[in-house]
């Protein structure tokens, strides 16, 4: 065929109207249901120990070497769906719809929800992803562009899960980029997974998909019911050394374990020199490979989302009424409402203008969410309309709760105090005409022992620093109804301390932790003041006791540990796990007589350092000498073993 | 009208009148790429590690779509045989090379002709813009490629894109003409008439990573029952650091 110069003029026309009259943005169709096309990319259920393909860290190893499989029985991982990061591995079907703006027309958001999944909108309406208190879910929060004719997805928000289901882990701070490119039938779902804790490398996995116009997913219903009896608090998992399942990969198809273990070199083509000849490769090569630097971590990279300014107060909402203001030191919950502000802790001394601030901020906002509803009273009984030309001003301070001593939960008790006013009555300590002068201060009475009575050479607390009102049983409730709802607090023995409470906010069902949490590091505790690593497990499985999860085992009771972002009982029960793997460890290093030296170059914590062993206030030594000392580390056992 | 446009620029591209290029004409194929995949690429073996790092066991078809046909000749793969007659190639031809753990380096031959080189197994594939006719001789390892891109209908340039760069945008290779071969090394077979279709797509994080996507459709009636679906992914390399040319192998 030959092809004239006028042929090409005017091809290059059509090509210039084409350019000028396609939209800004790409839409190619992605709706329908879709069928996996069943490849080597998607098998399912992966074998014991196969960690190849995978650039897992030497964390993610030892934390995959300690994955036992039946605690997947324990009611709290019953009925949790497959996350983001690994529903596309699995064989399930996928269903793809999207919400149109009624006016603009516009693609406001795709939706994609799997078989076993959660449904993930995938927000095009240019929103910021949330702040990094926000919660984390099972789904995540997703954000979309097109590039071209690929949907690209930004995944953050997280909850920790597997990447293969044999025990192979991502944390939550993974950060996922997604693509997904139709061709014809064919849909094409590219995952790119970052996560500093137990990726060395991004992991790059796809699968395929055909568009199936008989397709219908089925629900998924799931309940959770008692799979195993078992002591309370036991939480399924090998030991070091132990668990001689993660040899099984290795052994079934004859490849050596430096090449199973070698994390991202397997990746490489050229791993092949250590794999036997008989299996495709060019080994073994008589050098053993490189063993991988002590607490390797991957290169930096800029995260997806991006925490508040430091030393600012950033607010998030839980639910109805409760907030939480994070930055002031330890977290503040706060209840704001008609009757006023309730805060849980104060935070520190130095933040107490910003906090006011903030409270006077949520409570401007509080009024603007709730003013006075419409027209509606009886025409001769009242009228609304005097409500309407009322500006309430901010209601003040009515109670603080201390759930522990520690100064960043006491620090900003005497402003705070002194900014609000209580209702008189009540358990009131000193002179009654004191009593509407300022905020009640609410706590265990360990907490008044140790603000009023500190060991010799500290100072007291301040008068109007110290509790108010004290309590020493199981528990204390406020005597009537706060914002709506009852309040509770509740102690939690030997824990951070011996004085420590949580607050249960009954009605917006909501659970402030105290020092029982913190998603960014280890529990502190203090075992001269009466804390355990056991109070902590004990009060952590009493929280999961009362929460109760909304849908697939996230949601529902909301939690706001002390430090941290808000959480919920997945996240709880993740971290009550991990507290008890840890403390089990410990406690068999201690039966065999180590000491608290041999105990720390043990590493019981290893697999969970690089998320929670960094922070300088509490590192991962510190945390160890604490769980060495509250099991009766280094103390004589009743019979020793010969040596 | 995606699919007018993108056929419509398929079509004009695909024209042989495009190869010829030069001041005030059409561009080559070449000048107007609108997607770079010229460079070094490593390719990155994860979920599928153990099909692909290493050679299954023989017979084993798992996740494939063979038919029976495919099956029984499965089952017979000898590779001593393959070796003593000369086949030693026959996993590494155009239905099954991207699949196998190496690197490619991809150059531009001219400006018509996109050129992908192995290591392992050091083959060459060629992808031909414009309307070359197939040889009528042999088939190849490699097969005869036709190559065309797929412009997407839309979507905003990156930041900092040369005028040509659209993201987003495939390369389409159709290759027929295909010397029977192995598509999982173990001696899984396609057959004569076996054709195939490929999409070469790239993304760029924001670390800096580039990866380069490759999607191919493998049809084949005599020993296959559905097409053969995959995608797999290279990272681009700085250079050809670990570019390591290793003859065909039946192991």
């Known amino acids: 065929m030959k092809h004239t110069a006028g042929a090409w003029r005017f091809r290059g026309v059509v090509l210039t109207m084409l350019a000028l009259a396609t939209p800004a943005s790409a839409q190619v169709d992605l709706t329908g249901e879709w069928s996996v096309v069943r490849a080597e990319d998607n098998v399912g259920n992966t074998e014991l120990g196969d960690w190849v393909g995978i650039p897992m860290t030497e964390?993610?190893?030892?934390?995959?070497?300690?994955?036992?499989?039946?605690?997947?029985?324990?009611?709290?991982?019953?009925?949790?769906?497959?996350?983001?990061?690994?529903?596309?591995?699995?064989?399930?079907?996928?269903?793809?719809?999207?919400?149109?703006?009624?006016?603009?027309?516009?693609?406001?958001?795709?939706?994609?929800?799997?078989?076993?999944?959660?449904?993930?909108?995938?927000?095009?309406?240019?929103?910021?992803?949330?702040?990094?208190?926000?919660?984390?879910?099972?789904?995540?929060?997703?954000?979309?562009?097109?590039?071209?004719?690929?949907?690209?997805?930004?995944?953050?928000?997280?909850?920790?899960?597997?990447?293969?289901?044999?025990?192979?882990?991502?944390?939550?701070?993974?950060?996922?980029?997604?693509?997904?490119?139709?061709?014809?039938?064919?849909?094409?779902?590219?995952?790119?997974a970052y996560d500093p804790v137990y990726l060395s490398e991004p992991l790059v996995r796809s699968t395929e998909y055909r568009l199936n116009l008989n397709q219908q997913i089925p629900p998924y219903p799931c309940t959770v019911v008692t799979e195993v009896d078992r002591p309370k608090g036991v939480v399924p998992h090998y030991l070091p050394g132990t668990n001689n399942d993660i040899t099984w990969f290795?052994?079934?198809?004859?490849?050596?374990?430096?090449?199973?273990?070698?994390?991202?070199?397997?990746?490489?083509?050229?791993?092949?020199?250590?794999?036997?000849?008989?299996?495709?490769?060019?080994?073994?090569?008589?050098?053993?490979?490189?063993?991988?630097?002590?607490?390797?971590?991957?290169?930096?990279?800029?995260?997806?989302?991006?925490?508040?300014?430091?030393?600012?107060?950033?607010?998030?909402?839980?639910?109805?009424?409760?907030?939480?203001?994070?930055?002031?030191?330890?977290?503040?919950?706060?209840?704001?409402?008609?009757?006023?502000?309730?805060?849980?802790?104060?935070?520190?001394?130095?933040?107490?203008?910003?906090?006011?601030?903030?409270?006077?901020?949520?409570?401007?906002?509080?009024?603007?969410?709730?003013?006075?509803?419409?027209?509606?009273?009886?025409?001769?009984?009242?009228?609304?309309?005097?409500?309407?030309?009322?500006?309430?001003?901010?209601?003040?301070?009515?109670?603080?709760?201390?759930?522990?001593?520690?100064?960043?939960?006491?620090?900003?008790?005497?402003?705070?105090?002194?900014?609000?006013?209580?209702?008189?009555?009540?358990?009131?300590?000193?002179?009654?005409?004191?009593?509407?002068?300022?905020?009640?201060i609410l706590a265990h009475e360990q907490v008044l022992k140790r603000l009023a009575t500190p060991p010799a050479?500290?100072?007291?607390?301040?008068?109007?620093?110290?509790?108010?009102?004290?309590?020493?049983?199981?528990?204390?409730?406020?005597?009537?109804?706060?914002?709506?709802?009852?309040?509770?607090?509740?102690?939690?023995?030997?824990?951070?301390?011996?004085?420590?409470?949580?607050?249960?906010?009954?009605?917006?069902?909501?659970?402030?932790?105290?020092?029982?949490?913190?998603?960014?590091?280890?529990?502190?505790?203090?075992?001269?003041?009466?804390?355990?690593?056991?109070?902590?497990?004990?009060?952590?499985?009493?929280?999961?006791?009362?929460?109760?999860?909304e849908f697939r085992l996230e949601g529902g009771t909301m939690m706001v540990p002390g430090h941290g972002r808000i959480v919920d009982s997945g996240d709880v029960a993740y971290y009550r796990d991990m507290l008890t793997i840890i403390r089990d460890r410990v406690q068999d290093l201690i039966a065999k007589e180590l000491t608290l030296d041999e105990v720390k170059a043990a590493r019981p914590a290893a697999d969970y350092d690089p998320e929670y062993g960094d922070a300088p206030e509490w590192t991962s030594d510190m945390f160890i000498e604490a769980v060495y000392k509250s099991l009766g580390g280094g103390k004589p056992l009743p019979r020793r073993r010969p040596r | 009208m995606v699919a007018l446009a993108t056929a419509t620029v398929c079509w004009m591209l695909s024209a042989s009148g495009a190869a010829q290029g030069g001041p005030g004409q059409t561009p080559t194929p070449r000048a107007m790429a609108p997607i770079d995949l010229t460079g070094y690429w490593v390719s990155l073996i994860t979920d599928d590690w153990r099909w692909r790092m290493v050679t299954p066991p023989k017979g084993d078809a798992l996740y494939l779509p063979v038919n029976d046909e495919g099956r029984r000749v499965a089952e017979q793969w000898d590779p001593a045989k393959d070796e003593a007659a000369g086949e030693a190639c026959r996993a590494y031809g155009a239905g099954g090379i991207m699949h196998l753990p190496g690197r490619l380096h991809i150059t531009w031959e001219s400006d018509t002709t996109l050129k992908v080189e192995t290591d392992t197994g050091q083959q060459t594939r060629l992808f031909r813009f414009g309307g070359s006719q197939p040889p009528s001789g042999e088939a190849t390892w490699q097969g005869f490629s036709v190559a065309?891109?797929?412009?997407?209908?839309?979507?905003?340039?990156?930041?900092?894109?040369?005028?040509?760069?659209?993201?987003?945008?495939?390369?389409?290779?159709?290759?027929?003409?295909?010397?029977?071969?192995?598509?999982?090394?173990?001696?899984?077979?396609?057959?004569?008439?076996?054709?195939?279709?490929?999409?070469?797509?790239?993304?760029?994080?924001?670390?800096?990573?580039?990866?380069?996507?490759?999607t191919k459709m493998l049809e084949d009636l005599q020993y296959m029952n559905a097409p053969y679906v995959r995608t797999v992914q290279f990272k681009k390399q700085n250079d050809g650091t670990g570019w390591n040319p290793m003859p065909c192998s039946t192991r």
Not at chain 1, 72 to 99: D, M, N, V
Not at chain 1, 313 to 325: A, K, Q, T
Not at chain 1, 330 to 350: E, K, M, P, R, T
Not at chain 2, 153 to 166: C, D, K, L, T, V
Request: hydrophobic share 35%; with cysteine.
């Open chain 2, 148 to 214: 065309t891109w797929e412009l997407s209908a839309g979507g905003r340039r990156g930041r900092g894109a040369a005028p040509a760069s659209r993201p987003g945008t495939s390369l389409r290779v159709d290759t027929s003409h295909m010397r029977p071969g192995y598509y999982r090394r173990n001696g899984v077979p396609y057959g004569s008439k076996a054709t195939m279709t490929e999409w070469f797509a790239t993304v760029t994080e924001p670390d800096g990573n580039t990866y380069l996507l490759v």
């Open chain 1, 59 to 192: 964390a993610s190893r030892l934390r995959s070497a300690a994955w036992d499989a039946s605690i997947q029985t324990l009611p709290e991982w019953q009925c949790r769906p497959h996350g983001s990061a690994y529903i596309s591995r699995g064989p399930s079907a996928l269903k793809i719809w999207k919400e149109v703006d009624a006016v603009s027309r516009e693609t406001t958001a795709w939706h994609l929800e799997w078989l076993r999944s959660v449904d993930r909108p995938v927000y095009m309406d240019g929103r910021r992803h949330p702040s990094p208190n926000a919660p984390y879910t099972w789904a995540g929060f997703s954000t979309g562009e097109w590039v071209g004719d690929m949907l690209r997805i930004r995944v953050t928000h997280l909850k920790e899960e597997y990447l293969k289901r044999d025990g192979v882990w991502h944390s939550d701070k993974i950060e996922l980029t997604q693509y997904l490119i139709r061709r014809g039938d064919y849909l094409t779902f590219l995952v790119i």
């Open chain 1, 250 to 440: 290795s052994r079934r198809y004859g490849i050596p374990m430096e090449v199973v273990t070698a994390g991202a070199a397997n990746m490489y083509p050229e791993i092949r020199s250590r794999i036997p000849r008989s299996l495709g490769g060019f080994g073994p090569e008589p050098a053993p490979p490189p063993a991988p630097p002590r607490g390797q971590r991957p290169a930096a990279r800029a995260p997806m989302i991006q925490p508040p300014p430091q030393g600012e107060i950033e607010v998030l909402p839980v639910r109805g009424s409760i907030y939480v203001l994070f930055g002031a030191g330890a977290n503040i919950v706060a209840s704001v409402g008609n009757d006023g502000v309730l805060l849980v802790d104060s935070g520190q001394a130095a933040m107490t203008d910003k906090v006011l601030a903030a409270l006077g901020e949520v409570q401007r906002e509080w009024v603007r969410r709730n003013a006075p509803k419409g027209l509606g009273w009886g025409a001769e009984t009242r009228s609304s309309v005097a409500h309407r030309h009322v500006t309430a001003p901010p209601k003040p301070i009515r109670y603080i709760v201390n759930t522990s001593a520690a100064s960043d939960h006491v620090g900003g008790n005497e402003k705070l105090r002194n900014a609000g006013r209580t209702f008189t009555g009540g358990n009131v300590t000193g002179n009654i005409a004191d009593a509407g002068e300022g905020a009640a």
């Open chain 1, 457 to 549: 050479g500290q100072t007291p607390a301040p008068f109007d620093a110290q509790p108010t009102d004290t309590y020493y049983t199981a528990y204390m409730k406020l005597s009537h109804f706060f914002n709506g709802e009852g309040v509770q607090l509740v102690h939690v023995p030997k824990a951070h301390s011996d004085g420590d409470s949580i607050v249960y906010f009954r009605g917006n069902d909501v659970i402030a932790l105290g020092e029982l949490m913190a998603t960014e590091r280890y529990p502190m505790f203090d075992v001269e003041k009466g804390g355990s690593i056991n109070g902590i497990i004990d009060g952590l499985n009493g929280v999961l006791d009362l929460a109760i999860p």
